[in-house]
């Protein structure tokens, strides 16, 4: 099983980097890569975790772009994680996450609904760390105000909520340019769950050479769909899990869903015809 989507602790996943690469291998995985929301702080432990138990590690991410005013994640594989113009995105990037979360902390107080900030706050501002909504869903189930992550999304967080805070970033062309100059092959992640297709064809004009058509929110008709989309521009093909440990709701997929080693071995031989 190849699994090009897993989550670590770095940013909004349960499980270390180490036991990232426990817990995949025991599901099956051979080939993986940790894709975490706009941090490479995971990527060096994890590769030396699958390097001891004998499975290989691509170097990955997931970006946060934005197009009026919503949120679109791009996949990365096969970055360079030291590559400077990349890291001094991604330290913007998480500078802007910390600020969205000490504002959703503030509206919450405002809809009597307050979290532990201090503990917030040190969560929030640990080197490396990727803050994001999940965290402060995590406040409000420790505060008492609701039961669980869904609630909090449901009552507070999601967009149309209480407390949503828009998020500011990069248009998704600039994020696929982003990850070409880091040496590395983008993907929109999950479309189907986004549903803006329309902006499929910049992001391949802008040099995006992949799309993630297996997803656990894809059905049957996504994958058709975005199998055609592939065929129709001439893209590679990923997916995976979404894993994001233990307990998270998204740990139902993992060794269950990914890619085929053809698809695998189209993704490594374009990034293997862009090294110099």
């Known amino acids: 099983m190849i699994d090009l989507h897993l989550h670590t602790t770095a940013s909004d996943g349960h499980s270390t980097p180490v036991e990232l690469v426990r817990e995949a291998v025991a599901a099956g995985i051979t080939k993986l890569a940790v894709t975490d929301h706009d941090t490479v702080a995971a990527v060096p432990h994890v590769v030396a975790a699958a390097e001891a138990a004998g499975v290989l590690a691509v170097a990955g991410i997931e970006i946060t772009a934005v197009h009026d005013g919503r949120d679109v994640h791009v996949l990365g594989y096969f970055v360079d994680p030291l590559n400077i113009i990349l890291n001094e995105f991604l330290v913007r990037q998480r500078q802007d996450r910390r600020r969205r979360v000490i504002e959703i902390a503030d509206r919450l107080e405002a809809l009597g609904a307050p979290v532990d900030r201090v503990a917030l706050t040190a969560a929030a501002t640990q080197p490396g760390k990727s803050p994001g909504r999940p965290l402060v869903a995590a406040a409000l189930i420790a505060a008492g105000h609701v039961r669980d992550i869904p609630e909090a999304f449901d009552r507070y967080l999601s967009p149309g909520a209480p407390a949503f805070i828009?998020?500011?970033g990069a248009p998704p062309a600039d994020v696929v340019r982003l990850i070409d100059e880091a040496g590395g092959l983008a993907a929109i992640a999950h479309?189907?769950?986004m549903q803006l297709d329309?902006?499929?064809?910049?992001?391949?004009?802008?040099?995006?050479?992949a799309i993630e058509v297996f997803h656990p929110d894809h059905g049957a008709s996504d994958i058709a769909r975005y199998?055609?989309?592939?065929?129709?521009?001439g893209l590679l093909i990923t997916g995976?899990?979404?894993?994001?440990g233990p307990g998270t709701g998204r740990a139902a997929s993992l060794g269950r869903l990914g890619i085929s080693e053809e698809a695998?071995?189209?993704?490594?031989?374009r990034a293997r015809a862009k090294r110099p």
């Open 264 to 269: 695998f071995a189209a993704l490594a031989d």
């Open 227 to 233: 199998q055609e989309v592939a065929a129709r521009f």
């Open 240 to 244: 995976g899990s979404d894993y994001h």
């Open 166 to 168: 828009e998020r500011i």
């Open 198 to 209: 329309e902006i499929i064809p910049t992001m391949v004009e802008a040099g995006m050479p």
């Open 191 to 193: 479309p189907g769950k």
